[in-house]
């Protein structure tokens, strides 16, 4: 594969894999390291991609994988915590000072729950409904089937759902 190619097919998907590594491991520094180690190893092995039906995904998955490491090391410490609320576009002219303020602390609150949750719920989420990433997508990179993935999901909703009514006084209708 040519340097072309691989710029083609491997740059477009970078964006993501740092907003993915950067919610996983809650820093700037370390996403942007893990990213950089990603795109190394599958420049290295860029003659495997083209053998890959999802460059995309098989790219978040070494990326899962080197954050999961990341955890695991006895040097990596959280520096911060919480969702970057300039990402969530929060700062529109026409929301008052007031309602961004409660946004803001809503985001804090839903991030901390989040961080909570066993390590594949919390994955299981961030590729969902922050990546936007579709079931398939998911699957692959956390190599389940679409069931199971869609039982987790809802049961990490659920959590979430039971900890914001406990402490928060937060109510959902299923309705």
Not at 29 to 41: H, I, L, N, T
Not at 76 to 102: C, W, Y
Not at 141 to 165: G, H, P, Q, W, Y
Request: with cysteine.
């Amino acid at each position: 594969m040519e340097i072309n190619e691989f710029t083609a097919k491997v740059m477009p998907v970078k964006d993501r894999l740092f907003r993915f590594a950067k919610r996983m491991l809650n820093n700037h520094d370390e996403a942007e390291d893990v990213v950089q180690d990603v795109m190394m190893k599958l420049w290295i092995n860029r003659e495997s991609l083209e053998k890959k039906q999802s460059v995309e995904a098989f790219a978040m998955a070494m990326t899962k994988n080197l954050c999961i490491d990341r955890f695991r090391s006895k040097h990596f410490q959280t520096v911060h915590s919480g969702l970057d609320i300039e990402e969530l576009n929060l700062m529109e002219r026409d929301i008052s000072p007031l309602r961004k303020a409660e946004l803001a602390d809503a985001v804090e609150i839903v991030g901390k729950v989040v961080e909570q949750l066993p390590e594949n719920l919390k994955m299981i989420v961030q590729l969902r409904d922050i990546e936007g990433l579709s079931y398939q997508e998911i699957a692959e990179i956390m190599d389940m089937n679409i069931n199971t993935l869609k039982v987790n999901l809802s049961r990490a909703r659920k959590k979430i759902r039971e900890f914001l009514n406990n402490n928060y006084n937060y109510y959902y209708n299923e309705a």
